[in-house]
């Protein structure tokens, strides 16, 4: 059960591959852009020491938090250019499992951004690509199975909202985190027991 104590998302690492389960090349580097958003309305808030840049640092103990609850989350840009992204693996992060990551949406573009950090990200015309949810496990610092979307288009930039966070006995939860995210390239078919979209 998600436990109703926290405002804030967070996220301590990403990365995108070049091959799937985790395999391959690295796509995404240290210097490369990352912007903290938060879909709708611009509710993004982001701790000093807690900034989207820890996503592509080398650590898993740094993350990213976000006070945006709900539809917070961020825009990244891939300076090795584009590439097809058909799953991810999110690892939960050190605090409670109350702000845990339940449902989930990706969105490609290769339209330059031009969102403010903390923005709404809706500068860009955005393609979705995959939505739907996500079962975190309980123990902190765990990944959690992989999600497989249906998509084969290359895109240099992608968006990754969290559409809604856990809420324990009809609380509110405003906030929701995360220690790690990989977004894998699609290079082979998902099995036939994955729910995607």
């Given amino acids: 059960m998600k436990v109703p104590a926290h405002n804030s998302t967070q996220i301590a690492k990403a990365q995108f591959w070049d091959g799937s389960s985790g395999q391959g090349s690295p796509i995404l580097w240290p210097n490369d852009p990352v912007l903290a958003i938060h879909q709708a309305s611009p ?108 998509n084969t288009v290359s895109y240099t930039f992608y968006k990754f909202l969290v559409t809604s966070v856990g809420s324990p006995l009809g609380v509110n939860i405003d906030s929701t985190q995360y220690s790690k995210f990989q977004l894998l390239i699609s290079d082979t078919v998902p099995p036939s027991d994955q729910n995607y979209n």
């Fill in 43 to 150: 509710e993004s808030g982001v701790p000093g020491l807690c900034g989207p840049e820890d996503l592509l640092d080398a650590s898993s103990f740094t993350k990213y938090l976000n006070f945006g609850r709900k539809n917070s989350g961020f825009d990244i840009t891939a300076s090795s250019g584009p590439s097809a992204a058909g799953s991810f693996i999110l690892t939960t992060a050190n605090d409670v499992n109350g702000q845990d990551p339940v449902s989930w949406e990706i969105v490609g573009t290769n339209v330059e951004i031009f969102n403010e950090n903390n923005g709404t990200g809706h500068n860009e015309s955005w393609s979705l690509l995959g939505s739907g949810m996500v079962e975190t496990p309980f123990e902190r610092f765990t990944a959690a199975p992989e999600v497989f979307f249906d």
